[in-house]
């Protein structure tokens, strides 16, 4: 990162390289939560564990845990699954869509301001195919002027979602199922109430979809 908050990835136009990146950055946020693996049923702490397909957020050691965890665990009631998010252009009935992020990226001398417009009935989808087939973090940020910062689990508005290079710059909208519990997430477990990092993957193609896994919080990011 530069002096004036520039990361690889904003400078980065190869989505080769970019790939590269996000990989290695894959790598170390997954050494951040090494601590906290272990099989949500029986405790067991070992290599290999995987994930709720639904949540991401458990893991098990094996099939009869994963079974024994939803049936007599709780799983099934926790489970958050996760959240979609959409492209602007989706929701907007012809309107132009203007999306404005600040970052205060850490270290930095200044903010990194960025403002992108996306045009109503366009491909607006994320550009981002080196993310296939890849989990990465994302940003979800509750929107200004929505009790921005006021701790309401219940308030409403768009939630803005992007990654660090902005590749990806979609939308939850708030009838989207699951927007209360991500957004109760974000109040309680986020920085200042207002943002909070998670996993995510591309979902359908033809949307523009991106899933939220949003059952537990990604480590904390700079950026």
């Known amino acids: ?22 990989k290695a950055n894959k790598k170390v946020d997954k ?31 094996g099939r009869d845990c994963q079974e024994k965890h939803w049936k007599e665990g ?26 404005l992020t600040l970052s205060n990226v850490l270290g930095a001398k200044q903010p990194t301001v960025d403002l992108r417009m996306q045009e109503p009935n366009s491909d607006n ?11 990465f973090v994302v940003k979800v940020q509750i929107p200004l002027g929505s009790n921005f ?9 768009d939630m803005m979602v992007y990654n660090e290079d902005k590749s990806v710059l979609v939308y939850i909208k708030d009838t989207e199922p699951g927007y209360g519990s ?9 920085f200042m ?5 998670f996993w995510a993957e591309l979902g359908n193609s033809d949307t523009g979809a991106v899933k939220i896994y949003h059952g537990k919080t990604a ?5």
């Not at 004036?4 to 080769?16: I, M, R, S």
């Not at 602007?88 to 999306?99: N, T």
């Not at 480590?219 to 950026?223: G, I, N, T, V």
């Open 1 to 22: 990162m530069d002096n004036d908050g520039k990361t690889p990835l904003d400078v980065c136009e190869c989505e080769d390289t970019k790939k590269v990146i996000y």
């Open 31 to 61: 050494a951040k939560e090494k601590s906290d693996i272990y099989c949500a049923w029986c405790g067991e702490d070992k290599a290999n564990l995987k994930k709720c397909a639904r949540c991401h957020s458990v893991m098990y050691c």
């Open 74 to 99: 709780g799983h099934k009631k926790d489970c958050k699954g996760h959240v979609f998010a959409y492209p602007a252009s989706l929701h907007l009935g012809g309107k132009k869509a203007y999306g």
């Open 125 to 135: 989808k994320p550009k981002a195919d080196f993310l296939k087939n890849m989990r």
């Open 149 to 157: 910062g006021s701790g309401d689990y219940f308030g409403k508005g």
């Open 182 to 190: 991500i957004r109760k997430k974000i109040v309680s477990e986020g």
């Open 193 to 197: 109430g207002i943002k909070a990092f």
């Open 219 to 223: 480590p904390f990011q700079q950026w």
